[in-house]
């Protein structure tokens, strides 16, 4: 899979959830939309996929290979039942050239390049950190008492911030401004806990996967979206968590908490860092205020769009199962007549050599089994009998050189083949008319009684 397919797909995916999260984000569980964004990391990361016949993009090959079906005879066009829309797009490294695609050389910049300011303003900002000062306070060992992790926590101060963040991954620490009221213990309460859920969540790791994501996909916008959307989520849920976990109605005063910490942003502000502030404060504030128990039907709609998202969007066509052969081709090709059985007799002719007859038979059987839709050809022969009788008649009436008349027995279904047939019946003698011309190859014109 190569990696505009991989940017391609996770796009589509990226679209459905940014259009659900505009219609549901205060109607569903805020951990539904870290589900759907892991989903889409997953697309964006991940070099290989799962088929589903339950795809949009199984659904899209089907109705393409539809649209063209009609002129794949006639007008030679290629088939449709492509593995999937984004099978079509180039391949971002140039395989068949010996050297290095310019367009490789461009991705490869804006990989280092994203790279390099996630990786510089991290460092910076870490070195900064270093001279943070341990917390002394009795409230904080309360706290850190109570609530025990398995990863060792260092709660910090420093006087380079003005807003509470989280950083580390395996060796986390808390970080306060040194200017924090360290006697307002339900502010406190409120900080603590909403970094710790960072801390538990391991959102610091998973904002790392999500920056990695961006610096390989950096050409695509739907990703930069996806990035935006997601850290604005990430706070939504912990907000949700904080309130729910606290217990009572804090909506009013947790928010009032968020207001007051937003107007003393820090100014070394670094994706890695889970700030307990957001620039979507607006949306947060909001989204605390519609904070509620969720029923057991919310729940269970909530799994069902994940899962429906899943399977339509994270999935890829299933017409595929390897590079040989398809399911879905298998099905197309059904579509048409079968001429699996079909039994050819050429009798011997003074007026066209056996080839001559074979060419002629060829046409029709592929005509047959393009077009004549649930009917199965049984016979097909050349009788110079009936063809003595009429091929003057037709090679004048196409302005021919010669015709050749060929004969023909075939079933048809229960549904009547494409409708304009006997259902259950049996067509003998169908004849079938060819006209070529001096050095041109047969040309079929009509068939029927």
């Given at each position: 899979?190569?990696?505009?397919?991989?940017?391609?797909?996770?796009?589509?995916?990226?679209?459905?959830?940014?259009?659900?999260?505009?219609?549901?984000?205060?109607?569903?569980?805020?951990?539904?939309?870290?589900?759907?964004?892991?989903?889409?990391?997953?697309?964006?990361?991940?070099?290989?996929?799962?088929?589903?016949?339950?795809?949009?993009?199984?659904?899209?090959?089907?109705?393409?290979?539809?649209?063209?079906?009609?002129?794949?005879?006639?007008?030679?066009?290629?088939?449709?039942?492509?593995?999937?829309?984004?099978?079509?797009?180039?391949?971002?490294?140039?395989?068949?050239?010996?050297s290095i695609s310019p367009i490789l050389i461009i991705w490869f910049i804006g990989l280092v390049g994203c790279a390099l300011f996630f990786l510089l303003t991290h460092l910076r900002c870490r070195k900064e950190y270093k001279t943070a000062l341990p917390v002394d306070n009795e409230f904080v060992k309360h706290w850190q008492h109570k609530n025990p992790m398995w990863r060792k926590i260092q709660i910090r101060q420093s006087d380079i911030i003005f807003a509470p963040l989280t950083y580390g991954i395996f060796r986390p620490v808390v970080l306060l401004p040194t200017q924090t009221d360290w006697t307002d213990e339900i502010r406190l309460r409120y900080i603590f806990t909403h970094e710790f859920v960072h801390i538990r969540r391991f959102d610091t790791l998973t904002k790392?996967?999500?920056?990695?994501?961006?610096?390989?996909?950096?050409?695509?916008?739907?990703?930069?979206?996806?990035?935006?959307?997601?850290?604005?989520?990430?706070?939504?849920?912990?907000?949700?968590?904080?309130?729910?976990?606290?217990?009572?109605?804090?909506?009013?005063?947790?928010?009032?908490?968020?207001?007051?910490?937003?107007?003393?942003?820090?100014?070394?502000?670094?994706?890695?860092?889970?700030?307990?502030?957001?620039?979507?404060?607006?949306?947060?504030?909001?989204?605390?205020?519609?904070?509620?128990?969720?029923?057991?039907?919310?729940?269970?709609?909530?799994?069902?769009?994940?899962?429906?998202?899943?399977?339509?969007?994270?999935?890829?066509?299933a017409a595929y199962d390897n590079n040989d052969a398809s399911i879905?081709?298998?099905?197309?090709?059904?579509?048409?007549?079968?001429?699996?059985?079909?039994?050819?007799?050429?009798?011997?002719?003074?007026?066209?050599?056996?080839?001559?007859?074979?060419?002629?038979?060829?046409?029709?059987?592929?005509?047959?089994?393009?077009?004549f839709e649930g009917c199965t050809l049984t016979d097909l022969w050349y009788d110079e009998n009936v063809c003595v009788s009429q091929s003057d008649e037709w090679a004048k009436q196409y302005d021919a050189d010669e015709s050749i008349v060929l004969l023909s027995n075939f079933d048809v279904d229960s549904a009547g083949g494409d409708g304009s047939m006997e259902p259950n019946s049996t067509y003998s003698d169908w004849l079938w008319i060819l006209v070529r011309n001096e050095g041109s190859d047969w040309e079929l014109k009509t068939w029927g009684y």
């Open positions: 899979m190569s990696l505009l397919n991989m940017s391609f797909s996770a796009a589509v995916l990226i679209l459905a959830i940014v259009i659900i999260r505009a219609l549901l984000l205060h109607r569903l569980p805020k951990k539904t939309f870290l589900i759907l964004w892991g989903m889409a990391l997953c697309r964006l990361l991940i070099p290989f996929e799962f088929s589903s016949r339950f795809s949009i993009y199984s659904a899209i090959a089907m109705l393409t290979s539809r649209f063209y079906e009609a002129d794949l005879s006639m007008a030679e066009v290629p088939s449709a039942s492509d593995r999937s829309i984004a099978a079509n797009l180039v391949t971002l490294p140039g395989t068949t050239s010996a790392l996967v999500m920056a990695t994501a961006l610096c390989v996909h950096w050409f695509n916008p739907l990703v930069w979206v996806m990035y935006i959307l997601a850290n604005r989520d990430i706070e939504l849920s912990n907000d949700e968590t904080v309130v729910k976990t606290i217990g009572g109605d804090i909506r009013s005063s947790y928010a009032l908490t968020l207001i007051a910490l937003e107007e003393t942003k820090g100014r070394c502000v670094f994706p890695l860092l889970n700030f307990f502030s957001n620039n979507a404060i607006v949306e947060r504030i909001t989204a605390i205020m519609k904070i509620k128990k969720y029923t057991i039907p919310v729940v269970v709609v909530a799994i069902l769009l994940v899962a429906g998202v899943a399977v339509a969007f994270a999935t890829s066509n879905y081709e298998d099905e197309e090709k059904n579509k048409g007549g079968d001429i699996s059985n079909v039994e050819r007799t050429v009798a011997t002719s003074e007026l066209y050599s056996e080839q001559d007859i074979n060419e002629a038979m060829d046409i029709v059987v592929n005509y047959f089994q393009s077009d």
